[in-house]
């Protein structure tokens, strides 16, 4: 049996010689689409850093001027901030049962008890 990968990662390995390109590969891969300027998502609060990577000629964000090899972007995304939101409720959901069953553990005979006494 293989090992398990965390529930966020997608299993895949971006590799590239270009920083720009390989992280506009690695963005699409995520669902973010990497033309995305500033406003828009990922980009909700700041430039996009390859925007301004690729007009100082660093490299392309344009993923058809991008050769990839192995398995085609659309068919490896998974929705990123999707899957992190949804991470973050179950985690939420699990601190909650965690709390409830700590106060239930801290109460006596219906009166609450102060463990730091």
Same mark, same amino acid.
């Given at each position: ?48 850093? +390859?925007?301004?990577?690729?007009? +100082? ?5 344009? +993923? ?26 179950? +985690? ?26």
């Amino acid at each position: 049996m293989g090992r398990r990968l965390p529930r966020d990662s997608a299993g895949i390995l971006v590799v590239g010689t270009n920083p720009v390109s390989t992280d506009a590969v690695g963005m699409s891969l995520m669902g973010f689409d990497p033309m995305a300027d500033r406003g828009v998502a990922p980009f909700e609060h700041c430039d996009s850093f +390859l925007r301004l990577a690729e007009s +100082l000629g660093v490299g392309t964000r344009d +993923l058809s001027r991008i050769e990839v090899a192995g398995v085609k972007i659309k068919d490896a995304v998974c929705q990123f901030r999707a899957d992190r939101k949804a991470q973050r409720r179950s +985690l939420k959901a699990g601190h909650d049962r965690a709390d409830r069953k700590r106060n239930e553990d801290s109460s006596v005979a219906g009166q609450r008890v102060n463990r730091f006494k």
